[in-house]
């Protein structure tokens, strides 16, 4: 059974940073492809950065590149997005995801709330 509880999401101002971890249970980072993604009132989820399971490659959405950095624990094992120089426009609902490389399986948490505003 997968189950991805995120935490660490909440408001901050701009220019400030975060990090959001999910928690991952159930979940094989050699077999699972991990991700974060972002859905903003009004608009569609999508995807802000990968970590790829078999060789651990990281993809960003153009509009954090160089702003935020995705990793992972093995051991605990968790998965963050470390988040700088955050802008209103990240303002969004962060949601963790895994994805079986094998199959194509997908799980996904809760979610966790980020607001950036002065």
């Known amino acids: 059974q997968v189950q991805l509880v995120e935490s660490g999401g909440g408001l901050v101002l701009p220019g400030e940073s975060l990090t959001l971890s999910c928690a991952a249970s159930?979940?094989?980072?050699?077999?699972?492809?991990m991700a974060w993604y972002r859905q903003a009132p009004g608009k569609e989820r999508e995807l802000v950065a990968s970590l790829e399971a078999t060789f651990g490659t990281t993809n960003y959405a153009d509009s954090v590149k160089g702003r935020f950095t995705i990793s992972r624990d093995n051991a605990k094992p968790t998965v963050y997005l470390l988040m700088n120089d955050l802008k209103p426009e990240d303002t969004a609902v962060y949601f963790c995801?895994?994805?079986?490389?094998?199959?194509?399986?997908?799980?996904w948490g809760q979610g966790t709330q980020v607001i950036v505003s002065a």
């Open positions: 995801n895994a994805r079986r490389v094998i199959g194509g399986s997908e799980f």
């Open positions: 159930g979940v094989h980072f050699g077999l699972d492809t």
